[in-house]
Nanobody, 114 residues
Framework: QVQLVESGGGLVQPGGSLRLSCAAS????????MGWYRQAPGKQRELVAH???????VHADSVKGRFTISSDKAVNTVFLQMNGLQPEDTAVYYC????????WGQGTQVTVSP
């Protein structure tokens, strides 16, 4: 079994910053991809960023230059540093892990509002 535990969501004003964390535990293969997706009300879930076990990263165009994904492989944890947050970034953010299959966290709410 694999568990993903997220933390770091909350309410922030436009232009503010938040840092999300996701700790993975359980039967995690050496080669994997961890990342963050988000889903706003009435919209489909979309990729925010992901990072491979070799450190290669992909960021969605909408967050490039503002968000940065990183990881600490020693503790199987992935981070998402979010700077310059805007109201359109409001969503539930989900941690995801791809090993032999997809695993998902429970989601953490990020709300950007004056």
């Amino acid at each position: 079994q694999v568990q993903l535990v997220e933390s770091g969501g909350g309410l922030v004003q436009p232009g503010g910053s938040l840092r999300l964390s996701c700790a993975a535990s359980g039967n995690i293969f050496r080669n994997n991809v961890m990342g963050w997706y988000r889903q706003a009300p009435g919209k489909q879930r979309e990729l925010v960023a992901h990072i491979t076990s070799t450190g290669a990263t992909v960021h969605a165009d909408s967050v490039k230059g503002r968000f940065t994904i990183s990881s600490d492989k020693a503790v199987n944890t992935v981070f998402l540093q979010m700077n310059g947050l805007q109201p359109e970034d409001t969503a539930v953010y989900y941690c995801a892990l791809l090993t032999n299959r997809w695993y998902w966290g429970q989601g953490t709410q990020v709300t950007v509002s004056p």
